[in-house]
Nanobody, 126 residues
Framework: QVQLVESGGGLVQRGGSLRLSCAVS????????MGWFRQVPGKEREFVAA???????YYADFVKGRFTISRDNAKNTVYLQMNSLKPEDTAVYYC????????????????????WGQGTQVTVSS
C-alpha cells in the first residue's frame, strides 16, 4: 500500500524559509518521479516542482530561484526547500507520486500523478 506523508509546514514571515518533507512508503522509490503541488481554497491545484527518477529537477516559473526540490532515495523522502517566501506562497502543499515508474513527463500536470499526501499548510505573513 502506497502512503505519502508531508511535514514541515507552518507560519513564517515574508522573506523567511521553510523546508517541507514528504516520506513515501513505496517499493523502488528511486524509480519514481516525485512532485510538489499547492492549492489555495477556491482555486485549482498548481504545479510547484518535480524531481525525476533520472535526477532532473523542474520548477514552475513563480518559484524559480527561490525553491529547491531534492530527494534522498535511501530515506524514501523528497524535500522542498522554500526561501524568500512571499504572502502569495500561502497554500496547502501536497507531495505526489507518479502512477508508473520511469515517468518522463509532463511533470507539470496532475495527470501523471496518482498518489497524494494529506497536505501541509504554509502561511506567509506580510
Amino acid at each position: 500500500q502506497v502512503q505519502l506523508v508531508e511535514s514541515g509546514g507552518g507560519l513564517v514571515q515574508r522573506g523567511g524559509s521553510l523546508r517541507l518533507s514528504c516520506a513515501v512508503s513505496v517499493r523502488t522509490f528511486s524509480a519514481y518521479t516525485m512532485g510538489w503541488f499547492r492549492q489555495v481554497p477556491g482555486k485549482e491545484r498548481e504545479f510547484v516542482a518535480a524531481a525525476s527518477w533520472r535526477g532532473g529537477a523542474y520548477y514552475a516559473d513563480f518559484v524559480k530561484g527561490r525553491f529547491t526540490i531534492s530527494r534522498d532515495n535511501a530515506k524514501n523522502t523528497v524535500y522542498l526547500q522554500m526561501n524568500s517566501l512571499k504572502p502569495e506562497d500561502t497554500a496547502v502543499y501536497y507531495c505526489a507520486l507518479t502512477q508508473v515508474p520511469s515517468y518522463d513527463g509532463p511533470y507539470y500536470s496532475e495527470q501523471g500523478y496518482y498518489y497524494w499526501g494529506q497536505g501541509t499548510q504554509v502561511t506567509v505573513s506580510s
